[in-house]
């Protein structure tokens, strides 16, 4: 019987915000010069409020929220080019986690998932324009639960798609309190790192 193998995005999938600060790989960094806002406020007054509150749990959309919060930021462009601007900026893949999925999805034990949090627009460019649609089976992610990680009613839900196995799923995720969070719903969860977390784990390096 095949494994489920699950994924985080961010710090994981991709190479962006990650738990071990040394890991963090800033989209933003060229924001001010480039849009004309500060990033350091974009966080302030937009991450760490309407975005964490609203639209990362599908309350509101991403668009509708830079409509409001932009303009009071000194942006006066479309919301649309400034979503696309951070869409594009926040892609950098990590592709040798990505070559090892290849290999899990080639040895046919695996059926492979993305687990994230995440709103509706974002997950549709991963999965679309990145192409996670092309390796994983489904990605789960926070906006089409409608909470987030490490809400046990987000590990419910993958285990609802997902079906039981002979082998719990295996989650790879740069989050503590995530990886917590799994373990307590009966995942095998590994704090992921770098991909060596990843390609040492003894069933994976059985089918590499």
């Keep these: 019987m095949t494994r489920a193998v699950i994924f985080d995005v961010d710090g994981v999938l991709i190479n962006g915000y990650h738990s071990n600060p040394e890991r963090v790989v800033p989209w933003d960094k060229n924001l001010l010069a480039d849009t004309g806002v500060d990033p350091d406020r974009l966080r302030q007054e937009f991450t760490f409020d309407i975005f964490l509150k609203k639209v990362i749990v599908g309350e509101m959309a991403f ?3 830079l409509e409001r919060r932009l303009p009071s930021l000194g942006y006066k462009g479309s919301p649309m ?3 696309r601007y951070w869409l594009e900026k926040d892609s950098n893949l990590n592709h040798p986690v990505l070559e090892v999925v290849r290999k899990l999805r080639a040895s046919g034990d695996a059926r492979l998932y993305v687990a994230t949090n995440q709103e509706h ?3 549709h460019w991963l999965w679309s324009v990145l192409g996670l649609g092309d390796l994983f089976d489904d990605i789960f992610y926070s906006a089409r639960i409608g909470v987030r990680k490490p809400d046990p009613k987000f590990y419910r839900f993958v285990d609802d798609r997902i079906g039981t196995g002979q082998e719990p799923p295996l989650f ?3 989050s ?4 917590a969070g799994a373990r307590q719903a009966g995942w095998e ?3 992921f790192d770098t991909v060596d977390d990843l390609i ?3 069933w994976v390096k ?3």
């Design 200 to 202: 040492d784990h003894p």
């Design 172 to 174: 790879f995720d740069d």
């Design 63 to 65: 668009i509708d929220a």
């Design 176 to 179: 503590e309190p995530v990886v």
């Design 81 to 83: 080019a400034f979503a």
């Design 189 to 191: 969860a590994i704090e």
């Design 206 to 208: 059985a089918r590499l």
């Design 121 to 123: 627009l974002r997950a």
